[in-house]
């Protein structure tokens, strides 16, 4: 039998418990996926930006869909609530009516209509499904289908990742199969979206990079131009990956109009902005009520910049073992944890094995590569930390101006900065020696066994968890 190749693998391994995730996870227990859903399903209604009611932004929504939604959220940090298969099979067949519309604010009416495109399509076939059974809809039922749209998307992305990338594949499958990248990308959220972007970003760099007879061409300068783009509307902090194109080699410039090259990129990147900020400019005014605690938040930065760095420094230090469990894996509503006997020896592996294949994969990666790609990360970690200090520590309880540590960061936000980072550890004198070649050679080969024991792991713990 013909081997199978690394990105088959993975796409026999993510869709099993890509649909045990999307099965296993009760209604809009993952985080944020009720908000989500909500801006997903009113696109599936054609709305696609907020409208404007007495000055004020939101969309007119069914009270069912919101009180069902409340009602599931209710269950945040109560790790001894179960769910029945009745009770979940119930509720999928009950028919629902959607008329008793409200008009309603939630926390992402105002993302870009990009980030639920995916759900939004799945949403919309749910809804055919249920024309064709003759039946009404349930939201239970709209969900699933938007999850299983977004799976298939994030497991069709990282696939098509690790066929084009050079180097380090079976360090992108594991990266993919990571416990918590699968089962947020089997949810309802954009951070499938842009996990999924990222591998595809890292693997055009390292075909540019690594790959001689490729050249920043059209399809590149396309690509780049649209990852830009979806990484600054819907998190602006992770546009400093794109750093590493800095250090391309200029003879990957067709014809050496690296200038031209650049202003192509640029100018996808503008268009795309224009296309979706057109159909906001004919609303009629808005009343702005200026977010004062954000504002008095920045201004204490400011004038406290040696301040804030400490704040940083003490909440990574504290946090520093929450952001590694959810990076790895923190289920439900950011309340079902792995034990740690399981999370660092997994990290371990993880680590050993991006190392170890990168070093063995031969490459050379020049110093100002290595700085390029820390520089990237380390300006994306820090942002990450700076935003939600501005944003969201000002809102929350035990937080407020000034507070003394930056609530609302999880490891999540991190992953998608992992494909790029491996970069920076390349040394082929590592595998000059025989002995350390043929273990690194092992351990490299049965890491994917490695990903499947932790998924195995994680969906018993969900298991455990939510419905024993």
């Known amino acids: 039998m013909k081997e199978l190749s690394i990105q088959k693998i993975f796409i026999y391994i993510a869709a099993i418990f890509g649909i045990v995730f999307v099965v296993l996870t009760p209604p809009f227990q993952s985080p944020d996926e009720g908000n989500h859903f909500k801006k997903a399903y009113v696109m599936s209604e ?23 939604i409340s009602e599931q959220e209710k269950n945040v940090g109560k790790t001894d609530a179960k769910y029945t298969y009745t009770e979940i099979l119930n509720e999928e067949k009950s028919a629902r009516v959607y008329t008793d519309e409200v008009f309603t604010q939630f926390t992402a009416m105002s993302t870009n209509p990009v980030g639920h495109i995916i759900p939004m399509m799945g949403i919309i076939m749910g809804k055919i499904v249920a024309a064709i059974a003759g039946r009404e809809p349930s939201i239970v039922m ?11 998307f994030y497991i069709a992305c990282v696939a098509m990742a690790i066929k084009m990338t050079p180097i380090l594949k079976r360090t992108f499958c594991i990266l993919g199969l990571m416990p918590m990248s699968l089962f947020i990308s089997s949810s309802v959220s954009y951070d499938g979206v842009l996990i999924s972007v990222a591998f595809i ?7 540019l990079l690594f790959v001689e007879s490729v050249y920043l061409s059209k399809y590149y300068i396309v690509s780049f131009g649209v990852i830009a783009f979806v990484f600054y509307t819907l998190k602006v902090v ?22 031209k090259r650049w202003l192509g990129i640029f100018a996808v990147f503008i268009v795309l902005i224009l296309l979706f900020r057109i159909p906001t400019l004919f609303r ?12 008095e938040q920045l201004i204490y930065v400011l004038e406290n910049p040696l301040r804030y760095l400490q704040i940083w420094y003490e909440t990574v230090k504290e946090g520093r073992d929450f952001f590694v469990s959810s990076t790895v894996g923190v289920f439900g509503l950011v309340d079902t944890y792995l034990l740690s006997v399981m999370i660092y020896p997994y990290v371990f592996v993880l680590i050993v094995t991006g190392i170890l294949e990168i070093s063995g994969n031969n490459v050379k990666v020049k110093w100002y590569q290595r700085i390029s790609v820390l520089a990237s990360i380390f300006i994306s970690v820090f942002g990450i930390f ?4 501005l944003l969201w520590t000002p809102l929350v309880e035990g937080g407020g101006v000034g507070a003394n540590r930056i609530n609302g960061v999880q490891g999540r936000y991190f992953i998608p900065l992992l494909p790029v980072s491996f970069l920076c550890f390349g040394n082929s004198i590592l595998m000059r020696n025989k002995v350390i070649a043929r273990l690194g050679e092992i351990v490299v080969n049965n890491s994917i066994l490695v990903s499947v024991i932790m998924l195995i792991v994680s969906q018993l713990t969900m298991l455990l968890r939510f419905w024993i």
């Open 201 to 207: 970003f890292a693997s055009l760099c390292f075909r």
């Open 284 to 295: 009629e005014e808005i009343s702005v009520v200026s977010n004062t605690a954000t504002n």
């Open 386 to 389: 700076l935003a939600m200090y």
């Open 142 to 152: 709209l969900l699933y289908f938007a999850r299983m749209f977004c799976m298939i």
């Open 238 to 259: 992770y546009l400093p990956l794109f750093l590493l194109l800095l250090f391309v080699p200029k003879e990957k410039y067709k014809d050496g109009r690296i200038i």
């Open 46 to 68: 054609g709305h696609f930006f907020p409208q404007v009611v007495e000055g004020k932004e939101g969309f007119y929504l069914s009270e069912s869909i919101e009180a069902y």
